[in-house]
């Protein structure tokens, strides 16, 4: 799967192939790109950033090797802020969380000096009450960048396959403003979730499901 950062329902695409990109969605193709082109396309990226989501995307594409280029203009930019979650699997379904009006996955950010991978469990545990669990592979980080105090941060979230054989009564961290926890399997993730989540989200678990075969 591509590389993306999105910016809301807007995004740009790195790509090997510009025949391999999300075709339909792609308002244009750039064969060469630069930081001053990225500069003239951020006031249309970023001012999709104050909007409420839409369930349409669309976005820019460019070659993968400006991926760093982009990636350092932004951090430099903007604040810029690591998480880490987790696709969670107990037998064959998978956790979500219900926050904000949208399905999510339970992550949220590093504390100072923590690890991915710890970051990655201890948010899971916090946000759903779920224990026992195991990191199966590391998947495809997320970036996305919205409004944040005064300006913008760019969000880059490390992903997490993990496993558990946790039984008991799961509990939402309603402090985080989350108000369902849940189980789906991949029928009700594809009818139920993908019909109100984020695109971030959708890549995470699509990239899982297909190029994982989790």
């Not at 339970?106 to 970051?119: N, S, Y």
């Not at 941060?153 to 939402?172: E, G, I, R, S, V």
Request: charged share 30%.
């Amino acid at each position: 799967m591509n590389k993306k950062i999105y910016f809301n329902n807007k995004f740009i695409e790195f790509t090997t192939d510009a025949a391999q990109t999300s075709q339909n969605q792609i308002i244009r193709f750039y064969p060469e790109f630069s930081e001053e082109k990225l500069k003239e396309l951020l006031p249309n990226l970023l001012s999709e950033s104050t909007e409420r989501l839409s369930k349409n995307e669309s976005g820019y594409a460019v070659p993968e090797q400006f991926f760093s280029l982009v990636l350092d203009y932004l951090k430099k930019e903007f604040v810029y802020i690591e998480a880490a979650g987790g696709l969670i699997k107990k037998e064959n379904q998978f956790l979500f969380i219900y926050r904000f009006e949208r399905w999510d996955l339970p992550k949220g950010k590093l504390d100072k000096g923590e690890t991915i991978e710890h970051a990655a469990i201890r948010e899971c545990e916090e946000e759903c009450a779920v224990k026992q669990l195991k990191i199966e592979q590391q998947l495809s980080s997320t970036f996305h960048v919205y409004k944040y105090k005064n300006g913008f941060a760019l969000k880059q979230t490390y992903w997490f396959y993990m496993t558990t054989d946790y039984d008991k009564k799961l509990k939402p961290q309603t402090e985080e403003n989350i108000t369902e926890v849940k189980w789906f399997n991949k029928e009700e993730i594809s009818k139920t979730v993908f019909e109100n989540s984020y695109f971030t989200i959708k890549d995470v678990v699509t990239e899982a499901f297909t190029e994982k075969a989790i």
